[in-house]
């Protein structure tokens, strides 16, 4: 990836959370891809719309409490699956400090 392009301040790391985001006045799951302090990717059913907010729930599994907090869609992508999933980028807005303590150990704890 061009540096230019590249605007992560940390590394990502590929994990396994359950999240949740609330569309359509639901909450409805999603595959973690990756996660950074900054940021995560997840893989979701319905498409959103890029500057738009959502909440996101992380439910309680290993290495990670429960947390809900506010993101930012930077950005969606189509993929090409049966039926159509969407890749979105969601930044966090105003994570708590628990959060971030609970993702910085999740991160160094991965291979």
């Not at 966090?92 to 628990?98: E, I, M, R, Y």
């Amino acid at each position: 990836m061009n540096s230019e392009t590249n605007k992560r301040i940390s590394p990502r790391s590929i994990v396994e959370i359950a999240a949740f985001v609330y569309v359509m006045e639901e909450w409805v799951a999603c595959k973690t891809i990756d996660l950074s302090l900054e940021a995560i990717s997840v893989e979701l059913v319905y498409p959103l719309i890029q500057g738009g907010l959502v909440a996101l729930d992380f439910h309680q599994t290993q290495g990670m409490k429960k947390h809900e907090m506010l993101t930012e869609i930077l950005r969606c992508d189509a993929l090409e699956t049966d039926p159509v999933t969407h890749r979105v980028v969601m930044k966090f807005v105003d994570p708590s400090q628990d959060f971030m303590e609970d993702t910085k150990a999740l991160i160094q704890s991965e291979p």
